[in-house]
């Protein structure tokens, strides 16, 4: 039901405009004579404001997954602010996580989960509220032609040889839920530190499959056979971004988290595997 106080202001703005539509009609019938209004137009654009011009330096510390595109994404952002340099630092996510922790100097942080980000929010090292660049996916990774035909899951329990990426680590956890989720239990895996040394491992033939993040995957191309899990796994991980505190050139560092965030940016990281939120 519309408002009565709202309907009664709109009313009254109907019937002014209409007593004032009335008044102007009255008016050119009784003078008739007067000039017809000029056509000129004054120029009330005034002086045109330009907008400052960022620069400076943004050091940033991302997951290692990105580091393939993150160079693309930082290009085009450097096409529209040619006078901002950006720095960038790859490493696992509990790794820049300890580092941040322990004082080490950065703009940006962009981590592989939401659990590292929070303990960095917790320092009081971040600048408002981090937020969700992209979501993170597993596949199964295994050698050309696929040749154990790995399709889910419950098949690496027959293939003999499996890496997983260590516990703690995003990938890992994300690797260990979807397991649970799927109720796998695998014997005869490695743990190795990261998505990457997984599939190190496969192409090396140490083991017949891994489970890794899809960006780590299309980074391999193809010196392995990628099998998609999105119809049997539902779980993702989420990929974090934050200005920190400790931010030398501020507005840089922000403009660079909005471009991150951004509809061009969100396209050029589903071309590389991440899945948007």
Not at 59 to 80: H, I
Not at 193 to 205: H, K, L, P, W
């Amino acid at each position: 039901m519309v408002n009565q106080s709202l309907a009664s202001r709109i009313a009254a703005v109907a019937l002014t405009s209409a007593l004032l539509l009335a008044g102007a009609a009255c008016a050119s019938d009784d003078d008739s004579s007067a000039p017809p209004p000029s056509t000129d137009r004054p120029d009330t654009a005034g002086p045109t404001v330009r907008q400052p011009t960022l620069e400076g330096t943004v050091s940033v510390l991302a997951a290692e997954p990105l580091a393939e595109v993150m160079p693309l994404l930082v290009e085009r952002f450097r096409a529209e602010n040619p006078a901002i340099d950006v720095t960038m630092r790859f490493d696992s996510t509990p790794v820049l996580t300890m580092e941040l922790l322990d004082g080490a100097s950065a703009d940006v942080f962009i981590a592989a989960d939401q659990a590292n980000m929070a303990a960095v929010v917790a320092e009081g090292a971040t600048d408002g509220t981090p937020r969700v660049l992209a979501l993170a996916r597993l596949v199964i990774v295994t050698a050309p032609g696929n040749p154990s035909d790995i399709v889910t899951l419950a098949d690496l329990a027959g293939a003999g040889s499996a890496a997983l990426c260590s516990d703690g680590t995003p990938c890992g956890v994300l690797t260990d839920a979807a397991l649970d989720a799927a109720a796998v239990s695998l014997d005869g895996t490695t743990r190795v530190a990261s998505g990457r040394d997984a599939i190190e491992s496969v192409v090396a033939g140490d083991v017949e499959a891994a489970v890794v993040f899809a960006a780590d995957a299309r980074a391999a191309g193809d010196a392995v056979e990628v099998v998609d899990l999105r119809r049997e796994v539902e779980i993702t991980g989420h990929y974090t971004i934050a200005t920190l505190v400790a931010a030398v050139d501020g507005l840089a560092a922000r403009a660079f988290v909005e471009f991150a965030l951004s509809d061009e940016a969100t396209e050029l990281l589903e071309r590389y595997g991440f899945d948007r939120e």
